[in-house]
């Protein structure tokens, strides 16, 4: 899922469970997969497990032994709720830039509104900017609808569905909220906003993976930020005779359309 092929089944919310399930007392294999799967009303063409599995293996949670014995080893707080399991999840699948997961999650933020015009995200037109736009040669409709729960559930953005029509809408104030815990910025200190982005490159690299070059943010990260300055939990600002300026994706009914130069920090992000 995030180090191969992604897949449509093994969706967060297994995952999670599948820790919960054995975070207190190691457990055979085949005892939990009877929990997950009973084989009365599971055959083998619609078995999900293994990919569940595997999911939670390349999040570095769960060891399987030669004994086929399944033992979570993550912290106990990753468990503690589903925010503190999403957070977990944000600190490590970004880790290798050369997944397709991470490639595709990447094409999502880098989109910006573009995807918008093509109608679902399992279109050709999406299949080919993909394509043409990372190091994957073959995309498949069912990476899409795979991505598509993660994408929503790290805090990307929002699917729309209608029917067999999904429509992503980009929107990544959740993971930035993430991202800056882990960051652990300076509440009241006035960041130029390259300071703040070196500040959250370890963590946000899949969403500003070119912005110091360009010194320009995404649709994503600029609707974020603006969500953010409005929540007052952070206040943008463009003074005219900094060093720099950067621009956020156009927006013409905000008070910041487009040009900032500092970021500082309110309080303390939770």
């Known amino acids: 899922m995030f180090q191969g092929r992604i897949e449509t ?3 967060p919310e297994r995952v999670y469970e599948l820790c919960k399930i054995i975070s207190d007392t190691p457990a055979p294999l085949k005892e939990i997969r009877e929990k997950a799967e009973p084989s009365q ?11 569940i599995l595997t999911a939670a293996k390349e999040l570095q949670l769960v060891e399987e032994s030669d004994e086929n014995i399944l033992t979570y080893t993550g912290d106990r707080q ?9 957070r977990y999840c ?3 699948v970004y880790q290798d830039t050369q997944t ?16 918008m015009q093509y109608g679902s995200l399992s279109s050709e037109g999406v299949m080919d900017d993909i394509r043409r736009n990372t190091n994957i040669q073959t995309v498949y409709q069912d990476q899409l609808r795979g991505m598509r729960f993660w994408v929503s559930f790290l805090g990307f953005g ?14 990544m104030y959740t993971a930035l909220k993430d991202f800056l815990v882990m960051a652990k910025p300076e509440v009241k200190r006035e960041y130029t906003v390259s300071e703040f982005c070196d500040l959250l490159m370890p963590y946000a690299h899949v969403a500003l993976h070119n ?23 952070i206040q943008m600002k463009r003074i005219p005779d ?5 621009n956020m994706y156009h927006q013409e009914d905000h008070v910041l359309i487009s040009e900032i130069s500092h970021i500082v920090v309110l309080k303390g992000v939770r």
């Not at 929002?158 to 929107?171: A, D, S």
Request: hydrophobic share 40%; glycine share 4%; proline share 4%.
């Open 9 to 11: 089944m093994p969706i």
């Open 242 to 246: 900094s060093g720099e300026i950067w």
């Open 41 to 51: 009303i599971n055959g083998s063409s619609t078995a999900y497990f293994g990919s």
């Open 90 to 92: 944000n600190s490590v």
């Open 158 to 171: 929002l699917i729309h569905e209608k029917g067999t029509t999904m429509v992503f809408l980009p929107n």
């Open 100 to 115: 397709p997961f991470y490639q595709i999650a990447r094409c999502f933020l880098d989109s910006d509104l573009k995807w």
């Open 211 to 233: 912005a110091k070059e360009s010194h320009r943010l995404n649709y994503a990260v600029s609707a974020a930020l603006r969500m953010m300055h409005d929540n007052k939990e």
């Open 78 to 86: 990753i468990l503690r709720d589903i925010k503190s399991f999403r």
